[in-house]
């Protein structure tokens, strides 16, 4: 398959953890591989339907888990920034997506290519989340623990809930992909493409030295709508845990959202009506994404992906 095509329509889907992950499930690779099967239903249909596909993921767990080994390792191996434990997981879970949608491809006869790209995120060294850092992230630790390992390793640890002790990263706004010009050219040839593994990995463009990692952490949903932006993607799919948005969640006037517009939703979010910590930096992406030239985002989970893609689930948000 070569050649592009001016009329292919592009998408961004961005898989949440839960696509790979489960929490009903132990955490070995092979279960790994299970779930990430299971979750490309959607990506499969969207394909066979002419769409020039990126694919984003989370990796909130995993790399959690390589946190936990570079401090098992502390003192008998090399400690390994965050950077590169981001670049590892884009890699391998990366790889898991690849594998099992490529093999996919070949068993249903689509005719399609899958490559992964280890995506660099440029940010701004002055953006506020740098000097007022706030992503929990990594193990959990007593208080005593949790200083400790801030003396000896220079981190910053706050008090999560009632949970325990945690180091505490930057998490900012990302401002250009530095692989945008490669994603694009893929696209064009049809290729389907990972990118964007975990939010990328944060780069601060020094003067002399050029493009330098940043010790922080972007939200996946973020990344994926402005790299949706620069690859010109009319649509972006947003798979998580819950079957769509709603208003009040949890409470007993809640409401779920079908079919709103970009005003709509933008003034539940002006509201205060998703919080930071879960539906919030979704319902952000999707208002930054249609408000720079996109045509539709979905919000839904992966179980109800299908139906949602045909427009009879899930969350759909539409220009007014």
């Not at 001016?6 to 690779?29: F, M, P, Q, Y």
């Not at 007593?142 to 008090?159: N, T």
Request: with cysteine; net charge negative.
């Amino acid at each position: 398959m070569t050649g592009s095509d001016s009329k292919s329509k592009r998408a961004i889907v961005a898989l949440g953890g839960n696509a790979i992950t489960s929490k009903e499930l132990e955490d070995t690779i092979a279960n790994q591989f299970s779930n990430t099967r299971r979750s490309l239903e959607t990506i499969v249909e969207l394909a066979r339907q002419g769409y020039d596909l990126c694919v984003s993921h989370g990796n909130g767990p995993q790399v959690g888990n390589a946190l936990l080994r570079v401090e098992l390792a502390r003192g008998k191996a090399p400690i390994l920034p965050l950077g590169i434990c981001v670049a590892d997981t884009e890699g391998g879970m990366g790889y898991m997506i690849e594998q099992s949608l490529q093999n996919r491809f070949d068993k249903e006869g689509v005719d399609r290519q899958v490559c992964t790209i280890i995506t660099q995120m440029v940010v701004d060294f002055d953006d506020p989340s740098i000097k007022k850092p706030t992503k929990y992230i990594g193990q959990f630790y007593s208080e005593e623990q949790a200083r400790k390992m801030a003396d000896e390793s220079g981190w910053i640890v706050k008090a999560d809930a009632n949970r325990g002790w945690r180091r505490v990263v930057a998490s900012p706004i990302p401002l250009t992909c530095v692989e945008k010009d490669v994603i694009s050219v893929l696209l064009d040839h049809h290729f389907i493409v990972i990118a964007a593994g975990g939010g990328g990995i944060p780069v601060n463009i020094d003067p002399e030295l050029g493009y330098e990692g940043v010790d922080a952490v972007i939200d996946k949903d973020r990344a994926s709508a402005m790299l949706g932006r620069e690859i010109g993607a009319e649509l972006f799919l947003i798979l998580t845990s819950v079957d769509q948005v709603s208003l009040n969640f949890g409470q007993s006037d809640e409401k779920k959202l079908d079919k709103v517009t970009i005003s709509e939703i933008k003034k539940y979010f002006e509201e205060g009506h998703f919080p930071p910590g879960s539906m919030g930096p979704k319902v952000e992406a999707a208002i930054n994404f249609m408000e720079n030239g996109g045509r539709k985002v979905v919000i839904t989970s992966l179980d109800l992906a299908a139906e949602a893609m045909a427009g009879k689930a899930g969350t759909q948000i539409y220009p007014d």
